[in-house]
């Protein structure tokens, strides 16, 4: 089955600079990347995803990529801000009509410290 | 509209009771997962309902899980004879399955064993 791998298991910026978290993933069928946010406490909620068809997705300061060879993507976080400390998951899945279970990866603790 | 709601928030409970979780899936919503989240952990994948098809057990640990669901709204996910390693918060999600790949999730359920 996926086993998808994340680095690192924390992270510490500083506010104003970028987070890079990176993921690999094992089955070369999966085709959907999403990355969750989860704050302390509640569940985990969707920030961006990408799907294999696609190198590439940007949505303000976040931005993710995808390479399909290698089997790894990655979460980009710009101009980091207090309120984007949190747990980041990352996940794989191979969506078809019928199936869609997310593989997790175990998660980054992000810390920006102002 | 409303999110995915799960009850209850917390549930302490004695080793060998059973427990009843229970989510509300968005409506209209054709397929739901359940997960497990350990402590500091990523989500690992237990059970998904996808309209009138046999649910994907795949993920279940052991029988002391099972879960149901009726048509396509309420599931409950019930744990017998429960063992202290089944604390862990228990997420549910829900999809617009055929329309979209992205899983909404509820703020989960907090499962102490004592």
């Known amino acids: 089955g996926e086993n998808v791998e994340q680095h690192p298991s924390t992270l510490s910026v500083q506010e104003g600079d970028s987070a890079v978290i990176k993921c690999t993933y094992s089955?070369?069928?999966?085709?959907?990347f999403p990355w969750y946010k989860q704050e302390l406490g509640k569940g985990p909620q969707l920030i961006i995803d990408?799907?294999?068809?696609?190198g590439e997705k940007k949505d303000q300061r976040i931005a993710v990529t995808l390479n399909k060879t290698a089997k790894h993507f990655s979460l980009h976080i710009t101009e980091t801000q207090p309120e984007d400390s949190a747990v980041y998951f990352c996940?794989?899945?191979?969506?078809?009509?019928?199936?869609?279970?997310?593989?997790f990866g175990a998660g980054t603790q992000v810390v920006v410290t102002p | 509209g409303a999110g995915v709601s799960q009850s209850p928030s917390n549930k302490v409970t004695e080793k060998g009771k059973d427990v009843e979780l229970r989510c509300d899936p968005i409506?209209?919503?054709?397929?739901l997962y359940w997960y497990r989240q350990r402590l500091g952990q990523g989500l690992e994948f237990l059970i998904y309902f996808q309209g009138n098809s046999a649910p994907d057990k795949s993920g279940l640990p052991s029988d002391r899980f099972s879960a149901e669901r009726t048509g396509e709204s309420v599931s409950t996910l019930t744990i017998q004879r429960t063992q202290q390693e089944d604390s862990a918060v228990y997420l549910c999600?829900?999809?617009?399955?055929?329309?979209?790949?992205?899983?909404?999730f509820g703020p989960g359920t907090r499962l102490t064993v004592l």
């Open positions: 999600a829900s999809r617009l399955a055929e329309a979209t790949d992205t899983q909404y």
């Open positions: 996940a794989a899945s191979i969506t078809k009509a019928g199936w869609g279970k997310l593989q």
């Open positions: 089955d070369s069928a999966s085709n959907y």
């Open positions: 409506s209209g919503h054709t397929a």
């Open positions: 990408i799907r294999s068809n696609v």
